[in-house]
């Protein structure tokens, strides 16, 4: 079970922190995702991280979002700076093929 937390709205060029909490066993082992649903536009993958730290990032997130990962917590962070109005969207995350209920993230010019 994942619960995303932390979306909001925020003007260009600010920063937001996302939150996602797994409960149950198995996250510290698995890597986690972070997608994004922006509206009339297809899911897509912004960044991951692996269980043992490594982290990757679409072009659109580089430089600007930094994933991290706190297995004590079974908490995954996207942390988002720079904030552009085309990351306005949806924000999941997702491991093991688990879903989160996503939050909503709104960047104003």
């Known amino acids: 079970h994942l619960v995303e937390s932390g979306g909001g709205s925020v003007q260009a060029g600010g920063s937001l922190r996302l939150s996602c909490a797994a409960s149950?066993?198995?996250?510290?082992?698995?890597?986690v995702g972070w997608f994004r649903r922006a509206p009339g536009r297809e899911r897509e993958w912004v960044a991951g991280?692996?269980?043992?730290?490594?982290?990757h990032y679409a072009d659109s997130a580089k430089g600007r979002f930094f994933i991290s990962r706190d297995d004590n917590k079974n908490t995954v962070y996207l942390q988002m700076d720079s904030l552009k109005p085309e990351d306005t969207a949806v924000y999941y995350c997702?491991?093991?093929?688990?879903w989160g209920q996503g939050t909503q993230v709104t960047v104003s010019s």
């Open positions: 991280i692996t269980s043992g730290g490594l982290t």
């Open positions: 149950g066993s198995g996250f510290g082992v698995n890597s």
């Open positions: 997702s491991c093991l093929a688990a």
